[in-house]
């Protein structure tokens, strides 16, 4: 007698259909459904314990007044969101800029011709110096030191010399990033191109720098989170980007809710951008699981 679906699985042992058992996969939904479900009714039961016990402390009613204040938040609302514009165009301008210094700097520290020394050295000096100085320091030194020089054709905007500021700053590390995407190309992948006939140039175009990317998505992610967030370090200079706003407004009401209302814009745009570069490990570990490469 042949066994129900007998043909299906010798064929699966012969290696030409994979087999599927149909009660493995049901077992898997419910278990799936189970385990969000338990999941769900834990981060609720947390989060109600967690608002129970803050609410029921001492000073929650002058920490909801100060912090929390519905009529504070409508008030400010509307302004700081209009404020929160301008830290978005810096992010939007810098963020390309970030990339072609990034990546040029890091073509520029592997390039092996002695006549190409002295570009080698000024990409390193490069490196270490805006790596190893904060950010805010450099956004000040730039931001107030440059249009002090009144050099002649240099703007004079603060604005203009705290996203050059960003750029140099994050440049650095992206070219780190880059760097270490290039590196993790296996020579191999070279040698092949370059037996193929291959320049050069065409290899790092073709072969080297389209792996190199795509390994260090998910860093270059990060770092962009990071950069939307440090956009506000641009009020040191004196532009009414959403912290100043919110420092403006809570110094006139003595109230800090309109803290509180910035950091949920930026909260706003920074979760949809972590969960995407969530979503971009994890299609590379499934398609590194998988074996493929495209």
Not at 23 to 43: N, Q, T
Not at 120 to 149: C, E, S
């Amino acid at each position: 007698m042949t066994e129900p679906g007998g043909d299906t699985v010798a064929a699966a042992r012969a290696g030409s259909t994979p087999y599927v058992d149909p009660a493995r996969v049901r077992y898997r939904k419910r278990k799936s459904l189970r385990d969000a479900a338990i999941g769900m009714i834990s981060l609720i039961v947390t989060a109600t314990v967690v608002t129970v016990v803050i609410v029921r402390t001492p000073g929650w009613s002058a920490v909801q007044e100060t912090f929390f204040s519905p009529e504070a938040f409508a008030e400010s609302f509307p302004g700081l969101l209009d404020a929160f514009w301008l830290n978005i165009r810096i992010f939007l301008i810098a963020e390309p800029l970030i990339l072609i210094v990034g990546l040029t700097v890091a073509l520029v520290r592997r390039l092996r011709s002695p006549i190409f020394l002295p570009l080698r050295i000024v990409a390193t000096v490069y490196v270490d110096i805006f790596r190893g100085v904060p950010t805010l320091l450099v956004i000040l030194l730039l931001g107030f030191g440059v249009p002090a020089l009144q050099l002649q054709g240099a703007p004079d905007d603060v604005l203009v010399w705290g996203v050059v500021a960003l750029v140099l700053s994050y440049g650095a590390y992206v070219a780190e990033v880059f760097r270490a995407g290039i590196d993790s190309v296996h020579p191999s992948q070279q040698m092949a191109a370059r037996s193929l006939g291959l320049t050069s140039w065409q290899t790092n175009r073709y072969v080297v720098l389209p792996q190199a990317v795509r390994n260090v998505t998910p860093p270059l992610l990060n770092d962009f989170i990071s950069l939307q967030k440090d956009t506000a370090l641009v009020s040191v200079l004196g532009p009414i980007e959403l912290l100043r706003r919110a420092q403006i407004d809570a110094s006139f009401t003595f109230n800090y809710t309109p803290y509180v209302a910035a950091a949920a814009l930026f909260i706003a745009l920074t979760i949809p951008m972590s969960r995407f570069t969530d979503w971009v490990q994890a299609r590379q570990r499934r398609r590194r699981g998988a074996g493929t490469d495209s």
